[in-house]
């Protein structure tokens, strides 16, 4: 089925937000075409009614002009509810367009999961404070298919990593969504060694992951469905994985998102 896309006018740009440690998002688009079974951003769809989380994506296409000549304070994470470089970004360029316009002096903090953000490089190295980062989480075969249907392969996004360093910007791995016995985050922060700043280490957010995730997790892994459903020893896992984390030196943030989210430092 052929994603839908949607061009709207966007009234404004930056977006206040309470994502912990930011000031502001960016979402030049809203829906992903990544897919991904478990996002957390599928919510949208309450008030998007466009159809199932993945088959469409609104663009913003002022969302250029909208940026320039703005600046704003405080850090600005690009995106919450997209991804700047899913798919139809290597044809329509909105993400880069939006770079190219925006005050080079922002604070700005970049996730994907696409190496397609090597594309930018020219546009990435003009900002003056750039975090970018990159998500990891070691899917591959018939649990990539499942979970992430539409993304880069594993091996892209740690070779994106690499380039981003050795073009010497400011890198991080967000290792995400950490599910118990799929997702080794100690593997993963091993293999990332060097080549990022600091890691973001996110447990699935077991509230907005939505039924047809956790049906899927049961049955492809149904020792990791059954801990994930078991709140108190989910939260247990949690708090045994910062630990582990903190003793073999992992640096960065830890992200939980029960009761309410809570964000540490490594």
């Not at 290597?90 to 367009?97: K, P, V, W, Y």
């Not at 649990?143 to 994106?160: I, M, Y």
Request: glycine share 6%; aromatic share 8%.
């Amino acid at each position: 089925m052929p994603l839908k896309i949607i061009e709207v006018q966007a009234k404004s740009i930056f977006a206040r937000t309470g994502i912990p440690g930011a000031s502001y998002v960016i979402n030049q688009y809203v829906g992903c075409g990544h897919a991904c079974l478990y996002c957390y951003a599928k919510f949208m769809c309450r008030w998007k009614r466009h159809g199932e989380w993945g088959s469409w994506v609104e663009v913003k296409v002022n969302a250029p002009e909208l940026v320039r000549a703005r600046h704003v304070e405080g850090m600005v994470y690009m995106s919450s509810v997209s991804d700047p470089y899913q798919p139809v970004e290597r044809d329509l360029e909105l993400t880069r367009r939006v770079l190219e316009s925006m005050d080079k002096r922002i604070q700005l903090r970049i996730l994907t999961k696409s190496d397609l953000i090597l594309r930018d490089l020219d546009v990435l190295r003009e900002f003056k404070q750039l975090e970018v980062g990159l998500t990891v989480n070691g899917f591959e075969g018939e649990v990539k298919k499942l979970f992430e249907p539409n993304s880069p392969t594993h091996n892209a996004r740690v070779k994106a990593l690499e380039k981003l360093r050795e073009e010497g910007l400011k890198t991080y791995g967000f290792i995400s969504p950490v599910i118990p016995h799929l997702v080794n985050v100690e593997e993963l922060a091993a293999e990332l060694e060097g080549l990022v700043d600091f890691y973001i280490i996110e447990p699935l957010n077991v509230k907005l992951c939505g039924g047809r995730f956790l049906r899927t997790l049961q049955e492809v892994s149904p020792r990791s469905a059954r801990m994930v459903r078991d709140l108190e020893g989910y939260m247990r896992f949690q708090e045994t994985l910062r630990k582990r984390l903190e003793a073999i030196g992992v640096k960065g943030l830890f992200v939980r998102h029960y009761p309410k989210i809570h964000v540490c430092e490594l």
